[in-house]
């Protein structure tokens, strides 16, 4: 517990300035991410993530099962699809938890928000929805990352760093994820307004969609490496793995030597990307105090306390600055 608290308290001060994005680790219920203790005996999570195969979605699991080991009278149950494509595991999950009557509330990171609205329809169960927000009315709080507002920090980082790497013509296109989902759409329009605020041009014409995995990342680089031979000042992701198979896609090209890299997540390998020149920066979640805040969250709302619409788990701009720092934060969520 101490350790957990002591790394709570790093993860903090590297959002303490970042009001832009809500960068803090104190939720908009009051409470700080540990919480307190819960008055919910008995009660059952369940917590559908929309992978666990992933560092990323690690991080929310460890957060959640670590308000269950903060509150012992509380169970909850981590579990998500085998990746983020893989749409129907997810609903089957969905469905089968919902009408099991296992759980006294629910946790959901979906993988289509739409079809998610539909399955929750006339749930009475509390619902959270995590990392992606569901647009229903059975969804009490939505805990996750201001995902535009974030981006935009990214967007106008970069545009800074591409300056700074000698370009003039500061033009960025961004690699995303999968097309119309609500969390890669917010992104792309915050990376928009962030580079275009901080005077740079965003090909919105030129945008990739690679799904959100690392191979078909580097296929769209090489895509944008024959369209720009001459280069392009920023390539702006949706995650780190993406970020990190671009920027090893245009390793060797002269053309992109200075270009700037975004990832989206702050995760381990971006960390240690970061600090290898691999990756130039990345903007943060804080996906533990996610995962926690959103079981805080559902067992608030169980107890029929007054919880916030949204609340922000906060954000970060990781580069070499700072990227040792995370990392040890990182590691000590994970036990490491």
Same mark, same amino acid.
């Given at each position: 517990?101490? &350790?957990?608290?002591?790394?709570?308290?790093?993860?903090?001060?590297?959002?303490?300035?970042?009001?832009?994005?809500?960068? %803090?680790?104190?939720?908009?219920?009051?409470?700080?991410?540990?919480?307190?203790?819960?008055?919910?005996?008995?009660?059952?999570? *369940?917590?559908?993530?929309?992978?666990?195969?992933?560092?990323?979605?690690?991080?929310?699991?460890?957060?959640?099962?670590?308000?269950?080991?903060?509150?012992?009278d509380?169970?909850?149950?981590?579990?998500?699809?085998?990746?983020?494509?893989?749409?129907?595991? /997810?609903?089957?999950?969905?469905? %089968?938890?919902?009408?099991?009557?296992?759980?006294?509330?629910?946790?959901?990171?979906p993988?289509?928000?739409?079809?998610?609205?539909?399955?929750?329809?006339?749930?009475?169960?509390?619902?959270?929805?995590?990392?992606? *927000?569901?647009?229903a009315?059975?969804?009490?709080?939505?805990?996750?990352?201001?995902?535009?507002?974030?981006?935009?920090m990214?967007?106008?980082? =970069?545009? &800074?760093?591409?300056?700074?790497?000698?370009w003039?013509?500061?033009?960025?296109? =961004?690699?995303?994820?999968?097309?119309?989902?609500?969390?890669?759409?917010?992104?792309?329009?915050?990376?928009?307004?962030?580079?275009?605020?901080?005077?740079?041009?965003?090909?919105?014409?030129?945008?990739?969609?690679?799904?959100?995995?690392?191979? &078909?990342?580097?296929?769209?680089?090489?895509?944008?490496?024959?369209?720009?031979?001459?280069?392009?000042?920023?390539?702006?992701?949706?995650?780190? *793995?993406?970020?990190?198979?671009?920027?090893?896609?245009?390793?060797?090209?002269?053309?992109?030597?200075?270009?700037?890299?975004?990832?989206f997540?702050?995760? /381990?390998?971006?960390?240690?990307?970061?600090?290898?020149?691999e990756?130039?920066?990345?903007?943060?979640?804080?996906?533990?105090?996610?995962?926690?805040?959103?079981?805080?969250?559902?067992?608030? =709302?169980?107890?029929?306390?007054?919880?916030?619409?949204?609340?922000?788990?906060?954000?970060?701009?990781?580069? &070499?600055?700072?990227?040792?720092?995370?990392l040890?934060?990182?590691?000590?969520?994970?036990?490491?």
């Amino acid at each position: 517990m101490k &350790k957990r608290l002591l790394a709570m308290l790093l993860a903090g001060a590297m959002c303490a300035s970042l009001a832009a994005c809500g960068g %803090t680790t104190t939720n908009d219920t009051g409470d700080t991410a540990e919480g307190g203790e819960s008055s919910g005996e008995g009660y059952s999570i *369940d917590v559908i993530l929309k992978t666990t195969a992933s560092e990323y979605w690690g991080y929310v699991k460890a957060g959640a099962e670590a308000y269950m080991a903060d509150n012992p009278d509380v169970k909850v149950e981590v579990k998500g699809a085998s990746s983020e494509t893989a749409y129907d595991e /997810q609903q089957n999950m969905i469905e %089968t938890d919902l009408n099991s009557g296992a759980y006294d509330a629910f946790v959901i990171a979906p993988l289509q928000a739409d079809l998610v609205t539909t399955l929750i329809s006339g749930q009475t169960a509390p619902i959270i929805a995590v990392d992606t *927000d569901i647009d229903a009315p059975e969804v009490k709080s939505f805990v996750g990352t201001g995902n535009e507002d974030a981006a935009a920090m990214g967007g106008e980082a =970069a545009v &800074k760093a591409a300056q700074e790497a000698g370009w003039t013509e500061l033009k960025a296109i =961004a690699i995303s994820g999968v097309q119309g989902d609500s969390t890669a759409t917010a992104r792309l329009t915050g990376y928009q307004k962030g580079i275009e605020a901080a005077g740079g041009t965003f090909l919105a014409d030129e945008t990739q969609y690679a799904d959100a995995v690392a191979d &078909k990342a580097a296929t769209s680089m090489e895509a944008i490496m024959q369209n720009h031979p001459e280069g392009i000042a920023m390539i702006v992701c949706n995650n780190d *793995d993406m970020a990190m198979a671009a920027a090893r896609a245009a390793k060797g090209n002269e053309a992109y030597a200075n270009t700037v890299f975004v990832g989206f997540d702050g995760i /381990q390998s971006a960390c240690t990307a970061i600090l290898n020149g691999e990756e130039t920066m990345s903007v943060a979640q804080e996906a533990y105090d996610m995962g926690y805040m959103a079981v805080d969250a559902a067992v608030k =709302a169980l107890n029929g306390e007054e919880i916030k619409e949204f609340i922000d788990s906060g954000c970060s701009v990781v580069t &070499k600055d700072n990227a040792q720092e995370r990392l040890d934060t990182l590691k000590s969520y994970l036990g490491e």
